[in-house]
Nanobody, 122 residues
């Protein structure tokens, strides 16, 4: 069974940075694409970023382009999301997810973590 555990969330001020981590276990991590999603209060969950199995391809929602950077360390079974210049609208629970099969990066994920809260005060 796959387990994904996020960490690194917290309360920061607008303009600050955070790095989220997601540690995976239960599968050969490097065989699967990984993604980050977020859900703000009263809103649907939305795609934030994704990274291919090797890390050679990365994808971002428009909201994070130029501010967020996704990366992975397959030796550590961990995916990261570096978030810079945070805004109040980035406040949400952030989830990592693992995608085992299928095309596309914004849907079709098979396993999800429990999430980590990010709160950005203005």
């Amino acid at each position: 069974q796959v387990q994904l555990v996020e960490s690194g969330g917290g309360l920061v001020q607008a303009g600050d940075s955070l790095r989220l981590s997601c540690a995976a276990s239960g599968r050969t991590f490097g065989h699967y694409a990984m993604g980050w999603f977020r859900q703000a209060p009263g809103k649907e969950r939305e795609f934030v970023s994704a990274i291919s199995r090797s890390g050679g391809s990365t994808y971002y929602a428009d909201s994070g382009k130029g501010r967020f950077t996704i990366s992975r360390d397959n030796a550590k079974n961990t995916v990261y999301l570096q978030m810079n210049s945070l805004k109040s609208e980035d406040t949400a629970i952030y989830y990592c997810a693992m995608k085992m099969t299928g095309a596309g990066v914004e849907s079709g994920y098979d396993f999800w973590g429990q999430g980590t809260q990010v709160t950005v005060s203005s």
